[in-house]
């Protein structure tokens, strides 16, 4: 099992639609979760991340954690073709050595 | 500009050589963290340093050599050992190694064999 797990898509959404993008992990001792949007052939940039159950909001993205289930989710509202990226969930362990494990991505792509 | 500057974007090496690639920061971060990045999949650590001097090996350090003699600097080398280096190679930073640290990349290294 991997430790952080997305389902690598592609993700069609039509454009201004609601995207929903998934990631579990295993480490039940993981206190850290980033979002990274990583364009193709472009360095990874993040977009958002939380640390506490529940919802993070931030213009068109929220971020939600549940670590009972051990899930993140990230939604992006009124998607845009700008949108169709790689979407990489990033964990970070408790051992506080400040080491991401990153899952394969999701592609979302947002079509006109 | 702050920044973490790669360079060189592009690099082409030859079977059996050792190519550095370089990675400077400007943001006073204290950590730096080289990745591997190979098509479709995610990112896997090579080394990090959590300080000046200091440095640890990630999930797949066989093959790579790191220094960290300055703050702002965190030089990586693919060596003749790394049997497959052909790949997109990414440093980052963050202030700190706390669990509530942010990381950011830089632009990245495409390294291939030829």
């Known amino acids: 099992q991997k430790e952080v797990e997305q389902n690598s898509g592609p993700l069609s959404v039509p454009e201004g639609a609601i995207a929903s993008l998934n990631c579990t992990y295993s480490d039940r001792g993981s206190q850290s979760f980033f979002w990274y949007r990583q364009y193709s052939g472009k360095s990874p940039e993040l977009i958002m991340s939380?640390?506490?159950?529940g919802d993070k909001e931030d213009g068109r993205f929220t971020a939600q954690l549940n670590k009972a289930s051990q899930y993140v989710s990230l939604l992006i509202r009124d998607s845009q073709p700008s949108d169709s990226a790689t979407y990489l969930c990033a964990v970070s362990r408790l051992s506080n050595t400040g080491k991401l494990i990153f899952g394969q991505g999701t592609t979302l792509q947002v079509k006109p | 500009d702050g920044g973490i500057t790669q360079s060189p974007k592009y690099l082409f090496r030859k079977e059996g050589q050792n190519v550095t690639l370089s990675c400077e920061q400007n943001l006073n971060h204290d950590a730096m963290y080289w990745y591997r990045q190979d098509p479709g999949q995610g990112l896997r650590l090579i080394y990090y340093?959590?300080?000046?001097?200091?440095?640890q090996k990630g999930d797949i350090a066989e093959g790579y050599s790191v220094s960290r003699e300055k703050k702002e600097s965190f030089p990586l080398t693919v060596t003749s050992a790394q049997k497959n280096p052909t790949a997109f190679y990414l440093c980052?930073?963050?202030?700190?190694?706390?669990?509530?640290?942010?990381?950011?990349f830089g632009q990245g290294t495409r390294l291939t064999v030829v």
């Open positions: 980052a930073s963050s202030i700190d190694t706390g669990s509530y640290t942010e990381a950011f």
């Open positions: 939380i640390y506490s159950n």
């Open positions: 340093s959590q300080i000046v001097n200091d440095f």
